[in-house]
């Protein structure tokens, strides 16, 4: 019913910076939360930002001051502003939205790479 479409992933050197987008088109009902997970090699899963239909952002705790999440409501697209980038950084990143009201409910991306190194 929902389909997100990512893009902005690539290689970079450590303190670089790279914007990921991802938008959702599809039957959408209303989506609440937009998220960026990333899953790094022998890693968990792990959340690293989150934001709201509000605006209001958390963020793991690796990234604060680093990362800026953002979303454009009327585009269904959520953007991860990541600055600074360390090798550490480098992972798979996932986008996912919920569908608040619809007959389904968690979607996620098909991840897109980000590797950081010289």
């Known amino acids: 019913q929902v389909q997100l479409v990512e893009s902005g992933g690539g290689l970079v050197q450590p303190g670089g910076s790279l914007r990921l987008s991802c938008t959702a088109s599809?039957?959408?009902?209303?989506?609440?939360?937009m998220a960026w997970y990333r899953r790094a090699p022998g890693k968990q899963r792990e959340l690293v930002a989150s934001?709201?239909?509000?605006?209001?952002?958390t963020y793991v705790d690796s990234v604060m001051g680093r990362f800026t999440i953002s979303r454009d409501n009327s585009k269904n697209t959520v953007y991860l502003q990541m600055n600074s980038l360390k090798p550490e950084d480098t992972a798979v990143y996932f986008c996912?939205?919920?569908?608040?009201?619809?007959?389904?409910?968690?979607?996620w991306g098909q991840g897109t790479q980000v590797t950081v190194s010289s």
């Open positions: 934001i709201l239909s509000g605006g209001s952002a």
């Open positions: 599809g039957n959408i009902y209303r989506i609440n939360t």
């Open positions: 996912y939205v919920d569908n608040v009201g619809g007959p389904d409910y968690d979607y």
